[in-house]
């Protein structure tokens, strides 16, 4: 593929040239990327089924794209996509999985660095029967800050979402091609494929990938804490609540309700009994912010209920493994 090509168009490849596809994920690698490729490459010469290696660079704005130019065209098998600007990694997923000719992937990004045998070696148990099987470092070598916040992510999407993972957010990911026709992924929900694998009914397992010693981004951003406990409160609304928003809204809403109308109950009762004034107690202002916010909450949920059940038939939640006649 040339650096004119529009990613945004659908791309229609010829499938069933290769049994699997590689796909990684770069940006600003260009120091790294002829390394890394002997690696992988190194690595798939021990596989005999037929396979592809597909480089993305997210807009790069380094020399990375000019690295993958002379590896795409110096060695067959390996192609190379240039997304115009830097869209993220749910994109760059995306792009390389219109590329890819193979029913079964292997993902992985530059922004961890891991040993690409022990990643390959994932495909086994997508052999063995799993849909989806997540990479898991180990051991980790990066810093303890990321470590930190790594543990506390996975802590807290396990809790939330019921599911026994260890490394979520790994960047490492091999699955069936079917699973992404059924999964929804954009923005930065990628990270949480499995989550969404899981409840359309998908097997999901872990492997270790070995953290090779290296560079690595540090979690020092706030905003970033932010943004992924915003991505897993969608998660949890999609995967559960798409078709029952007001479970969702009106729980929380009518809890509210309560506490405000508790609250407001109280001090009406203390006014009448002649207990003392009320006015300007932040008790009053409490319950009724509570009560409003109840109210608005449930209001909403009913309205999400009423755009759901006019599109319910376009929506689907489910999906058939399989069908005897």
Known sequence: M???????????????????????????????????HREIMAALAEWRQPHELIYVDDGSTDATWKELL????????????????????ASALDAGVQIATGEVLLYFTCRVRIKPADALAL??????????????????????LNRIVSRTFNGLTNRM?????????????????????????????????????????YRIAEGKVEQLPGRFNQSVYPKNYIRRSLDLVSVIFLSKYSKKPLHFL??????????????????????????GGIAGKPMLLLGSILFIIGIQMVSI??????????????IKDYNIEEIIN
């Open 70 to 89: 002379r590896i795409s065209r110096s060695e067959t098998g390996v192609k190379a996509a240039r997304l115009r600007s830097t869209f993220g990694e």
């Open 301 to 314: 949920g009913l309205l999400a209920e009423m755009i759901i059940f006019t599109h319910a038939k376009e």
């Open 161 to 201: 979402t019921g599911l026994h993972l260890h490394d979520v957010n790994s960047g490492v990911l091999a699955l069936r091609r079917e699973v992404l026709d059924h999964v929804p992924y954009y923005g930065t929900l990628n990270a949480f494929l499995p989550v969404l694998a899981q409840r359309q009914g």
């Open 2 to 36: 040339t650096e004119s090509q529009n990613l945004q168009q659908p791309l229609t490849p010829v499938r069933a040239a290769a049994s699997f596809s590689v796909i990684v994920l770069t940006y600003n690698n260009a120091g790294e990327i002829a390394g890394m």
């Open 250 to 275: 009106g729980f929380i809403g009518a809890l509210f309700a309560l506490i405000g109308a508790g609250i407001n109950i109280y001090l009406f009762i203390y006014r009448i009994l002649g207990f």
């Open 123 to 144: 495909l086994k148990q997508i052999d063995a029967g799993e849909d989806v099987v997540i990479g898991v470092r180990y051991p980790r070598r990066d810093s303890g």
